[in-house]
């Protein structure tokens, strides 16, 4: 038996997989709750995914799609953002988004992953809901015995906290409208301190940033 590496399919599949991640022209809800030069270069800059982003997205979006969610993949659109739950429930108080996550984060609490709390919550606050769904899979589970672990939670937030969350976002989305109409690039401001570990734009935020101080010392 001889066994020989194609590296030509290799190529084609992830050439394929690559081609599934088109860019996206709106701004969405996840523009608006991560690092705001992010989201700019996500509009505006040309697209590169390694293979292991690429291969990462993937996995997360095999598992969100073999689950039975109602609803799957419905987008919406209130006060300019877009948005698309996972899924969602139809009920008397009006409609309960669903997210569901795959991590490779150990299981924890939810109150310990902020930024799945802080998507479900723009979720329902642009729905008008005080409820919703956070589906989580930890494949990984607790770094001890590597026991995959699936985690179901129900949400409920305050009124007070979803108005809030439509005022910030709604701001946000105005500045990077804005940053976009005038060629400005925003603030490299993360809200979360993994961000620039994992983003794509690593290289050519830290470039820019030099070129910004080189600048400054003239």
């Known amino acids: 038996m001889k066994v020989k590496e194609d590296m030509e399919l290799r190529a084609a599949l992830l050439s394929d997989l690559k ?3 088109a860019r996206r ?7 608006l709750i991560y690092c705001p030069r992010k989201a700019y270069y996500d509009l505006t800059a040309p697209q590169h995914y ?4 690429i291969l990462r997205y993937s996995l997360g979006l095999a598992w969100q799609d073999r689950l039975t969610l109602p609803n799957p993949n419905r987008s919406f659109h209130v006060n300019g953002i877009w948005f698309t739950p996972d899924g969602y429930v139809e009920s008397e108080e009006g409609i309960i988004p669903i997210e569901a996550k795959l991590t490779g984060a150990k299981t924890k609490p939810p109150e310990e992953m902020p930024h799945m709390l802080e998507q479900l919550k723009g979720y329902c606050a642009l729905l008008g809901s005080k409820h919703g769904i956070l589906v989580v899979l930890h494949v990984r589970g607790n770094y001890r015995d590597r026991k995959i672990e699936l985690k179901t939670y129900r949400v409920e937030f305050d009124e007070e906290e979803l108005e809030k969350t439509v005022e910030e976002l709604v701001r946000r989305k105005e500045e990077l409208e804005r940053c976009l109409r005038e060629n400005e690039l925003p603030p490299a401001s993360p809200q979360y301190d993994w961000e620039c570990t994992n983003c794509y734009y690593a290289e050519l935020c830290r ?3 030099r070129i910004k101080n080189h600048e400054g010392e003239r």
Request: proline share 0%; aromatic share 6%; no cysteine.
């Open 25 to 31: 022209g709106e701004i969405h809800l996840t523009h």
């Open 19 to 21: 081609n599934k991640f």
């Open 207 to 209: 470039a820019t940033e």
């Open 50 to 53: 390694d293979d292991e982003q």
